[in-house]
C-alpha cells in the first residue's frame, strides 16, 4: 500500500503495474444500447483479454431499450460463444441493466465496461487483481496526467459535476465518480442497489456516492480514456446535475 495516498476508506493508486492471480470466478456485466455496430468487437476482445488471466468468467449482455439490431446480435453473440449471456430490457435503463447483470450474475466479482470500451483494455488485468483486496475499484480519468481524448465540452461538463457537484455537494471523495470501468464483490454491490433510486446513468454515481457513505474500502485507480461517439446534450443536464441535487437532499434531510 505504499504506493497509494489514502483519503479516508477511498486508496488512490499512482502506479502502472499491471499483475494477477487467478483467485474467483468474474462476471461482466455489458449494458447495450443501441451498440449493434460495436457489441461483437467488444464481446471478442474481452474474451480474448480473459482467456489470457485464464480466470473462470461469464459475460451478461443486457440490451435495454435498443431501437436497432443490438438484442438480435446479442442472441446470436450468445449462441456463438458459451461465456456469453443475452438478456432484454423493455425501456433505456443505464443503471437498471447494471443493476440486472448483478441479480444474474454468478461470479464473487461483478465488472461493468461500456462496450465501446472507452478505456483501455490493457488496464483490466490491474481492475481484478484489485477486487480482490476492495469492495469497489474503479478507474479514473482524472488521476494524474492520464491519456484522455475527449470532446471538449464533455470534458468541461464531466469535471464540472465532479468537482462541484459529487465531491463538493455529496462529499465524494474520488476524483472521477461516472467512469464505466468498474469492479465490485457481488454481494457488496447487491446491497449498495438496494439503495440506489435512479435507474438512468446517474446511477451509478449515486452507487459510487453510497459505498462511500457506507464505509466500503473503494479504490480508484488512473485509466487511459477515449472520447465514445456520444454527443452532448441538454439530457446531460437532466441525467446528471437535477438527480446529484436529488440524491443531497435525500442523503441530507
Not at 18 to 42: G, H, R, T
Not at 61 to 70: A, F
Not at 81 to 109: C, M, Q, R, T, W
Not at 179 to 184: D, E, I, T, W
Request: glycine share 4%; proline share 2%.
Amino acid at each position: 500500500m505504499n504506493s497509494s495516498i489514502s483519503h479516508g476508506l477511498v486508496y488512490i493508486d499512482h502506479t502502472k503495474n499491471i499483475f494477477v492471480s487467478q483467485i474467483f470466478q468474474i462476471s461482466i456485466v455489458l449494458p447495450a444500447y443501441n451498440e449493434e455496430k460495436k457489441l461483437e468487437y467488444c464481446v471478442s476482445e474481452t474474451i480474448s483479454r480473459m482467456k489470457k488471466l485464464d480466470i473462470k468468467f461469464e459475460i451478461i449482455i443486457v440490451e435495454n431499450g435498443s431501437i436497432d439490431s443490438t438484442f438480435k446480435i446479442a442472441e446470436e453473440i450468445s449462441k456463438k460463444y458459451s461465456e456469453v449471456k443475452a438478456f432484454h430490457l423493455d425501456n433505456p435503463s443505464f443503471g437498471g441493466a447494471i443493476k440486472k447483470g448483478y441479480n444474474i450474475a454468478k461470479g464473487d466479482v461483478v465488472i461493468n465496461l461500456d462496450v465501446d470500451l472507452s478505456t483501455d483494455m490493457d488496464y483490466l488485468p490491474k481492475l481484478i487483481e484489485y477486487s480482490k483486496d476492495y469492495d469497489v475499484v474503479t478507474g479514473s480519468r482524472y488521476l494524474e496526467k492520464n491519456i484522455v481524448k475527449r470532446d471538449f465540452n464533455r470534458y468541461f461538463l464531466s469535471v464540472v459535476f465532479n468537482l462541484i457537484f459529487v465531491r463538493g455537494l455529496l462529499g465524494s471523495k474520488l476524483k472521477d465518480n461516472n467512469c464505466g470501468f468498474r469492479a465490485v464483490k457481488k454481494n457488496v454491490g447487491l446491497k449498495i442497489f438496494q439503495e440506489v433510486q435512479n435507474d438512468k446513468d446517474f446511477g451509478m454515481v449515486e452507487f459510487i456516492v453510497i459505498a462511500q457513505k457506507r464505509e466500503y474500502r473503494i479504490k480508484e485507480f488512473p485509466v487511459s480514456w477515449k472520447e465514445n461517439s456520444r454527443h452532448i446534450s441538454i439530457n446531460f443536464v437532466m441525467n446528471f446535475f437535477i438527480p446529484a441535487l436529488k440524491l443531497w437532499r435525500r442523503l441530507n434531510f
